[in-house]
């Protein structure tokens, strides 16, 4: 039985976490942090990565956002021939707009949403990847990132075909933290020893019941979320001991922005209220409004109060910038932007 705190029973060790992995070249940059997991859906995709990774020079990482693309991306890095070069990490827009050169590219290029790229970007890829085939193998790889499934935007018109076929000729599909529970412990334990680290901290400890607490969570976020949480947690934690109320999180069955719209909506007087009406305030005084501008200006606000009023920590979960943030919470448009 796993114990309910930060010094779990000792799983595989995070560098070693499939049997067969191999080392990381002599050259690897020993700062990347492990694919840290147990999970079956894990081992899989990291295994995938091992037998791929010698051979590649494009692929596709698909997944949900704070899931662990650029993670999984760096451990293929790792055990790569390129192992002792670059690893970048690019928007694709900006790359493809600023410095896309066929002939200057060298080591591991990252390029994060190539699913939000327009025509236009797409065709500039397309050029790309088209030029690298005419190169001597074994000199540069491109990553491509999506949030989206690619071969499905092809099938919907919203992207090239040529493209996301080759793109995904070989693919990684990143699972989302909840399919993959068994990891949330392990990486619960890696996060808090690196944060603690960071903060020059001692070991912490997660009390009766956090775990549980943790477990219990669906975390849309992903990792990144849990990242933060756990952050959130630790600068709250007293005497070394991480309790289930230090958590920012919602209650149990409910996601965050279910739950700011439920709240938002409990503070009517009654519930024959019309949106709008005079027996109806609605949300901070104001006549109920369901604009899309003030739903979204509620949830940042719902997360800002979940952070204890830390817009950084808000920011990170909203996975949106401070300047964004700050524009929401003076009223501005989170549209216009």
């Not at 451990?75 to 928007?91: E, G, I, K, V």
């Not at 969570?217 to 990792?223: A, C, I, L, Q, S």
């Not at 959130?232 to 001991?241: M, P, S, V």
């Not at 069955?253 to 503070?267: D, K, T």
Request: hydrophobic share 40%.
């Amino acid at each position: 039985m796993m114990q309910d705190s930060a010094h779990f029973d000792r799983q595989p060790s995070p560098a070693t976490v499939s049997s067969t992995a191999p080392p990381p070249h002599p050259g690897v940059d020993r700062s990347i942090p492990p694919a840290v997991g147990i999970s079956p859906a894990w081992r899989k995709l990291l295994t995938q990565a091992e037998m791929a990774a010698p051979h590649l020079w494009v692929a596709a990482l698909e997944g949900e956002a704070g899931s662990g693309k650029q993670t999984l991306a760096r451990y293929l890095f790792a055990r790569s021939p390129l192992a002792a070069t670059s690893f970048q990490r690019r928007d694709a827009r900006e790359w493809l707009a600023t410095d896309a050169d066929p002939g200057t590219l060298a080591g591991y290029t990252y390029l994060d949403r190539v699913d939000l790229l327009a025509p236009p970007g797409q065709n500039l890829l397309l050029g790309v990847l088209k030029s690298l085939q005419d190169r001597p193998p074994g000199r540069a790889v491109v990553l491509a990132s999506a949030q989206s499934s690619l071969r499905q935007m092809a099938g919907q018109g919203l992207f090239l075909p040529d493209l996301a076929f080759r793109l995904t000729a070989i693919r990684f599909a990143v699972p989302p933290l909840r399919q993959r529970r068994e990891d949330i412990a392990p990486l619960a334990q890696f996060l808090l020893e690196r944060l603690c680290l960071r903060y020059q901290q001692r070991p912490v400890a997660l009390g009766p019941g956090t775990l549980a607490r943790l477990l219990q969570h669906n975390w849309p976020g992903n990792v990144r979320e849990l990242a933060s949480v756990l952050e959130a947690a630790l600068l709250e934690a007293a005497n070394g001991t991480i309790r289930p109320v230090d958590l920012a999180l919602p209650e149990p069955g409910a996601s965050p922005f279910s739950s700011s719209l439920e709240a938002a909506f409990a503070a009517r007087p009654g519930p024959a209220a019309h949106p709008g009406s005079a027996g109806n305030p609605g949300w901070a005084g104001n006549p109920l409004d369901l604009s899309l501008d003030a739903v979204i200006r509620h949830h940042v606000q719902y997360v800002l109060d979940l952070n204890r009023g830390n817009k950084l920590r808000a920011a990170r979960q909203l996975q949106i910038s401070r300047s964004t943030l700050y524009r929401i919470l003076a009223n501005e448009s989170p549209l216009a932007h």
